[in-house]
């Protein structure tokens, strides 16, 4: 047991130190290693469906299995191109072509696929190759779309990538801590070794440390300003005037708390208080991501996804909450932060052609007009 926990402990701190070292060199680091993680998930779960089934020696399985994984990055990182590179692609004619076109291509690709799995089929394995049809699907639902929502959160400001993914990672280890030392009421069937005293321990623990990692993060420009791709310098930026978010204010404590803590105010970041919300996520819904894990192994008779990791199992094993995470952060932007991003609207306007963009001015313009804001006799 003893052992167990310090490979576990010796190995969680090297990938810890891993992760802070690819943070300092940059946002494109961090998304080659979303993409990497995606890639190797991915292939952990069709690794098992290949496993069981690979008896029946199904044809082009697994090769269609990587086909559609191509076809689906090739859609999705297609469309984050065009929304954050557009100043870059409107340089190169072979580009907007691509991306003019990019959703038809997309569907002809897995089309392609489709027909080719149709081909496929064998008499007398019609059933099986439709479950494993439904197999590559839901793996990719699973994998690439919530790596795919990794990434548009890491463009809103790093600290939305940060935060969410450390909670999950401070509950981990946290709830193992306390269960270990503590750990005496099952908390789930799906997973013996869950307590109810981890599961406690670590809810508090993370959501203290999500509020005092925040208030650090919410500090630096580096960690709260929007990615943004500089086309002159071929550079992710992080520059910026941070947002109200990331501006101290003074907020009146609730009368009960102003016996118990002797305060009537405090000062601090308005993002701690939605790092309230991720890591109470984090903490109480993301578990599930990994009790759910737990039940597929379970069904399938394995320990772990894969032996990547000594002590830890596969990478798939370490990233059960964080997909489950990611939809949460991408929902909660969406509804409760997210406006209308100007930057993002001008660079979508540069790219139309220049009579679609006069239109576009004439039609502002007599807008203004009609508000008040501008006068009527005013030169454009």
Same mark, same amino acid.
């Given at each position: @047991? ?12 090297? $990938?810890?130190?891993? =992760? ?10 961090? $998304? ?7 890639? &190797?998930?991915?292939?952990? +779960? ?15 399985? @697994? ?63 019609? @059933?099986?190759?439709?479950?494993? =049809?439904?197999?590559? /699907? ?65 809810? =508090?623990?993370?959501?203290? =440390? ?24 071929? @550079? ?64 399938? &008779?394995? &320990? ?20 489950? $995470? ?40 007599? /807008?203004?007009?009609?508000?008040? +804001? ?7």
């Amino acid at each position: @047991r003893w052992k167990n926990w310090w490979i576990r402990g010796i190995l969680t701190l090297a $990938m810890i130190s891993v =992760f802070f070292l690819i943070i300092y060199l940059g946002s494109f680091m961090l $998304m080659l290693l979303v993409l990497s993680i995606q890639v &190797k998930c991915y292939h952990e +779960i069709i690794t098992i469906g290949y496993r069981v089934y690979h008896s029946y020696d199904l044809p082009w399985f @697994r090769s269609l299995s990587w086909y559609f994984l191509l076809c689906v990055n090739y859609f999705f990182y297609g469309e984050t191109v065009a929304d954050y590179f557009a100043t870059f692609v409107q340089r190169r004619e072979q580009l907007q072509f691509l991306i003019r076109y990019h959703r038809f291509i997309s569907f002809a690709l897995y089309l392609t696929g489709f027909c080719m799995f149709v081909l496929s089929l064998v008499k007398k394995r019609y @059933r099986l190759q439709f479950y494993m =049809f439904a197999w590559t /699907h839901v793996t990719l639902l699973i994998t690439v779309t919530q790596s795919h929502l990794v990434i548009q959160n890491l463009f809103e400001g790093m600290i939305w990538f940060l935060v969410p993914i450390s909670s999950v990672i401070c509950n981990d280890i946290t709830a193992y801590i306390f269960g270990f030392f503590f750990g005496r009421t099952p908390l789930i069937k799906l997973s013996p070794k869950k307590t109810w005293e981890g599961f406690i321990g670590g809810f =508090f623990s993370t959501v203290v =440390f999500g509020f005092i990692f925040s208030y650090f993060l919410a500090q630096d420009q580096y960690f709260v300003c929007p990615v943004e791709y500089n086309s002159e310098t071929n @550079r992710f930026v992080t520059e910026c005037e941070p947002s109200e978010l990331f501006q101290m204010k003074k907020y009146s404590v609730p009368p009960l708390l102003q016996a118990v803590l002797g305060w009537e105010t405090v000062t601090m970041y308005p993002f701690q208080m939605h790092s309230i919300a991720l890591s109470t996520f984090a903490s109480l819904i993301g578990p599930f991501g990994g009790f759910f894990a737990s039940g597929f192994k379970r069904a399938f &008779k394995i &320990k772990d996804f894969a032996d990547t990791i000594p002590g830890h199992g596969g990478i798939m094993d370490r990233f059960d909450c964080q997909y489950l $995470m990611a939809t949460f952060v991408h929902v909660y932007i969406t509804s409760f932060i997210r406006g209308p991003n100007p930057s993002k609207l001008l660079k979508q306007l540069l790219i139309l052609q220049p009579e679609e963009q006069l239109s576009v001015y004439k039609t502002l313009k007599s /807008h203004l007009v009609e508000k008040g +804001i501008l006068q009527p006799s005013l030169r454009g």
